[in-house]
Structures are given as C-alpha cells and as structure tokens.
C-alpha cells in the first residue's frame, strides 16, 4: 500500500517537474528569440516632428543618465573611472536601441545592471547607498520597460518581470545587509509598467485589426455590388447575341447549313452563359436582398444628381460634353457612380461649398472630374473625416475593374478633387488573380 502511494506521488512530483521545465522552456524561449527591427512609434505620424519624438525622448534619457551615472559611480560608490564609464554606458546607450529592437537593448542593460551591481559591492562603497540597484538604474530600467511593454508579447513580458525580479532577489541574498528594498520597488513597478503599456498596446492593435477588417468587409461589399451592377450589363450584351445568332438565318438569305449550325451553337451557348450568370448573381446577392429591378442609372441621369446636390444646399454645376462618343455600358455605370459617390461625400462633409463637375472625352479616354471650394472648418471630403470610407472604396474598385485611373486629394486652397480617367475601349485590368 506504501509502495503503490509512494509510485503515485513520484509520479505527482514528475508531472509538476515536467511543468516547470515547459514553462521555463517556454519563457527561455521568448527572451532569446532576437525581435525583428520593427518601425519606431509614432513612425505613421503624418508630422515629422511626432515621428521623430521617440528618438528624441530616447536620447534625453541617455544625455541625462549617463553623466550621472558615471558621477555617482565614481563619488558614491568608489568605482574605478574606466570600469564607471563602461557601465554607465552599457546601462544607458541602449534606450536608443530599445526604440526599434527592446528586447535586444533588455539584455544588454541587464547584464550590464547586475555587473553594476556586483562590482558595486566588489567596491566596497555600498554601505548606506541604494544597492542592488542605483537610482538611475531604476529611472533608465522603467523607460526599457515602457518600450517593451509597447513592443512585445505577453510572454516575453512575463518573461522580462520574473528575471527583473530574480537578479534583484539574487543579487540582494547573496549581500543582504546591503540590500535596501530598492529591488522590491523596480519589481513592482516595472511589472505594473508592463502591464499597463502591453494593454494599451493589445487595445490599439485590436483597433487596428477591427480597422483592417472594416476595411476588408468594405471592399468585398463595394465589389459585389460592382459585380451585381455590371451583371445587367453584361446580361443584355449577352442577350444581344442570342438575339443576333437566333435570327442570322432568317436575316441573311442563303445561308449555308455550316453557318446556321454555327450560330444555333453560339445562340445555345449565349443562352447556357445567361443562365450561369444568374447563378453567379444569387451567390453575390446578400441574404435576405433582393435585385435591383430598375435599369442601371448612366450619364444620362447625371444631371438628376445634380439636382438632387443642389436641393441638398450644395451649389453645383455640370458641365457635360455634348458628344462623349460611343460610351461602353459599364463605363458609364461606373462613371456615374463616382460622380454620385463624390457629390454624396461632398454634402457629408463640406455642405455649402461650390461645386464643379466637368465629364468629357479626349482620345479615348472619359474624364470625370469633381471638384468642391473649400468650407471653414471642414475637412476634405475623403479625408479627415469620420465616414465609412465605402465612397472612396467603391470610386477605387470602379476605376480599377475598367482599367482607368483615379486621382484624389486635396487642393492648395483647401478644396478637395476628385478626378477619374476611364477608358472608352476595352482596356480591363482583371487578372488571373482577381478572378480567384
């Protein structure tokens, strides 16, 4: 009986071994995995000055610790001049590195503060002064900790605090009645340091991946709804030409039998392509939604959006070719749509300004172009403001699926333009990669 509990506690004792092997494995893992060079903070900041402050904070830090680190070392604590320079260098340089690479500047200051330590006490100037850890150290040791916390994993944080934790309780068993209780004060505050950036840091990156998402959710959105629009268009071309081929025998007079069973075939194969495509048309449809069974809008409605600017308390004026020349069908649906799209973006937010909407053709090419007076204390339409974005998304993928081009941003007086380029002949830009 004896021998079967003594069986079942090695086993107990074996498993919490094993535990602990994995755990420390696993934390031995996170510190000595190199980080990748990572862009600094603030490095998206549109202003130079925002993007450069995590330098400049980094070399404060250093200009102002480094003196009087080597000042302390060599008054307070007795400490030879070259060995003082060495490590207050090594405890302090590498807050420039840990703006881009922390965990690599971690190790560093680390082994450079239980040196510190340690030759602090081989000095024998420790009695009354702070010890394991100096002042600076401390200071310098919790600006790390603000750049890890904002650059690494929850488990190389728990990592870094319990060998923060660790050296200070070595260090201080080792001297104890040197030890004034300045490691239990980094411990706490370098864990409550850790703690709260890398939860700043996990909230803006779940904002930046619900943005992403957003983002994502919106262009697949935007591009079914081309592919429902552009589905009418293609279904009367394809109509067309089962109208033609059904009707070639009769119109042309002494047809040979060849060319009658050529057109039944290109009829029949019209007809198994329109039936595919409003297969294709229900997987796009939304649930619950059903088609639109009003005419795709075109050029020709243009001047009704006008109106409808206008009645909305924006001044605006067209200005429409009177010959656009023969304009494809899913160029002017396209064309069309953005007009609506920029028109939409300009009551939404620079109500009241003038507006201006040019379309011509040239060469081969219709110009769209929107453009909007600027509006005391607005933003530009697409920019700055607190919309969706489907706007702009939609003018993208537009353009984008006709092989044109689109130019949008502000103007030098605060105004905003919109400008597309799309082509009045077959020009698709759809790849092998955008049709999977």
Do not use: C
């Not at 604590?77 to 690599?104: C, D, E, F, S």
């Not at 088609?291 to 600017?309: N, S």
């Amino acid at each position: 009986m004896n021998k079967t509990r003594s069986l079942g506690a090695d086993r107990h004792v074996a498993r919490i071994l094993a535990s602990v092997r994995a755990v420390t494995r696993s934390f031995g893992t996170a510190l000595a995995t190199p980080t990748e060079p990572s862009a600094p903070l603030l490095a998206d900041a549109r202003s130079r000055w925002l993007r450069l402050l995590p330098y400049g904070i980094a070399v404060a830090f250093v200009a102002s610790l480094l003196p009087v680190t080597v000042t302390v070392l060599l008054d307070d604590y007795q400490v030879n001049g070259a060995i003082a320079g060495a490590l207050a260098t090594a405890q302090t340089a590498p807050l420039l590195l840990a703006v881009t690479r922390p965990l690599q500047a971690w190790w560093i200051i680390g082994v450079a503060d239980v040196a510190g330590a340690l030759v602090m006490l081989a000095s024998d100037g420790v009695d009354g002064r702070s010890w394991p850890w100096t002042p600076m150290i401390v200071v310098g040791y919790l600006a790390l900790m603000l750049a890890l916390g904002l650059r690494e994993p929850r488990r190389t944080l728990l990592g870094v605090w319990l060998a923060t934790g660790a050296a200070g309780f070595v260090l201080t068993a080792v001297a104890p009645k040197n030890a004034d209780g300045i490691h239990i004060l980094l411990f706490v505050l370098s864990g409550g340091i850790l703690l709260l950036t890398a939860a700043l840091r996990e909230r803006g990156d779940a904002e930046r991946r619900s943005a992403a998402e957003r983002a994502r959710s919106t262009l697949l959105e935007e591009r079914a709804r081309i592919a429902r629009e552009l589905h009418d268009v293609v279904a009367h071309h394809m109509s067309v030409i089962t109208v033609q081929a059904d009707s070639a025998p009769y119109r042309i007079p002494d047809l040979p039998e060849a060319a009658r069973e050529e057109f039944t075939s290109i009829a029949a194969s019209a007809r198994e392509s329109l039936a595919e495509m409003r297969r294709l048309l229900v997987v796009l449809r939304s649930e619950g939604t059903e088609g639109e069974r009003a005419p795709q809008p075109g050029l020709d409605r243009v001047q009704q959006l006008i109106e409808a600017t206008v009645r909305a308390g924006v001044p605006a004026e067209l200005s429409l070719a009177a010959d656009l020349g023969d304009v494809p069908q899913a160029v002017d649906l396209s064309a069309y749509r953005i007009v609506q799209e920029a028109l939409a973006n300009v009551v939404r937010h620079a109500p009241g300004a003038e507006t201006r909407v040019s379309i011509r053709s040239d060469d081969g090419w219709l110009t769209v172009l929107v453009v909007n007076a600027p509006v005391a204390g607005r933003h530009s339409p697409l920019e700055g403001g607190d919309g969706t974005g489907h706007g702009l998304i939609g003018m993208r993928e537009r353009v984008r699926l006709t092989g044109g081009t689109l130019d949008t941003g502000p103007l030098p007086d605060g105004g905003f333009r919109v400008a597309a380029r799309l082509p009045l002949t077959s020009k698709t830009s759809l790849t092998s990669k955008d049709v999977s």
